[in-house]
């Protein structure tokens, strides 16, 4: 069963950092992108990050450009999200999403919280 | 950044009734729009891929046409377990969603 996994979500104060990790099970992470998607409280889907299977093209919304990056462990089988300078409008439940380029196998989430 | 309107926000139908939900791109995604639904406390689900394409295991009940900017969704009778969030999303350029369809069971 194609399976994914988030992890790493908390509660943070304005300022702090996070480290959210997606991991797969059922199959190989490496041979696929994957993309990060938000979603706050009661609202739609934002997308967050991008990146490629070699790493070679990553990308970001205008919104975590700078703040947020996004790598990946192929001997993990795994992706990360680093969060820095966190702000309010951060807080959501982030999902990873296998990209084929569609997006069409997704983890449950994991929640982010920003708030003094 | 190329956004996406959904119309209508609510939509409140009865089983075995037709749903059109529609989906409208500032500019051209060519073929790329795909649907998801989205059950609360769920992760959303990919239903249709590259505008008419159904993903793995979706019932048939469900169809996406348009190219360009405009796209649709029908659910051709819906039943009880349709009621969800649908949102459309481009990947003609980067990734934008739209802001979703509320598609109630009476």
């Known amino acids: 069963e194609v399976k994914l996994v988030e992890s790493g979500g908390d509660s943070v104060q304005p300022g702090g950092s996070l480290r959210l990790s997606c991991g797969a099970s059922?199959?190989?992470?490496?041979?696929?992108?994957v993309t990060w998607v938000r979603q706050a409280p009661g609202k739609g889907l934002e997308w967050v990050s991008h990146?490629?299977?070699?790493?070679?093209?990553?990308y970001y919304a205008d919104s975590v450009r700078g703040r947020f990056t996004i790598s990946r462990d192929t001997a993990k089988n795994s992706v990360y999200l680093d969060m820095s300078n966190l702000r309010a409008e951060d807080s959501a439940v982030y999902f990873c999403?296998?990209?084929?380029?569609?997006?069409?196998?997704w983890g449950q989430g994991t929640r982010v919280t920003v708030s003094s | 950044e190329i956004v996406l309107t959904q119309s209508p926000a609510t939509l409140s139908l009865s089983p075995g009734q037709r749903a059109t939900l529609s989906c409208r791109a500032s500019?051209?995604?060519?073929?790329?729009l795909a649907w998801f639904q989205q059950k609360p406390g769920q992760a959303p689900r990919l239903l249709i891929y590259?505008?008419?394409n159904r993903a793995t295991g979706i019932p048939a009940r469900f169809s996406g046409s348009g190219s360009g900017t405009d796209f649709t969704l029908t659910i051709s009778s819906l039943e009880p377990e349709d009621s969800a969030v649908y949102y459309c999303?481009?990947?003609?350029?980067?990734?934008?969603f739209g802001q979703g369809t509320k598609v109630e069971i009476k």
């Open positions: 999403a296998r990209t084929t380029p569609n997006l069409d196998h």
């Open positions: 059922g199959f190989s992470l490496t041979f696929y992108a």
């Open positions: 990146i490629s299977t070699s790493s070679d093209t990553i």
């Open positions: 500019q051209s995604v060519g073929s790329y």
């Open positions: 590259d505008a008419s």
């Open positions: 999303q481009q990947r003609s350029t980067f990734w934008t």
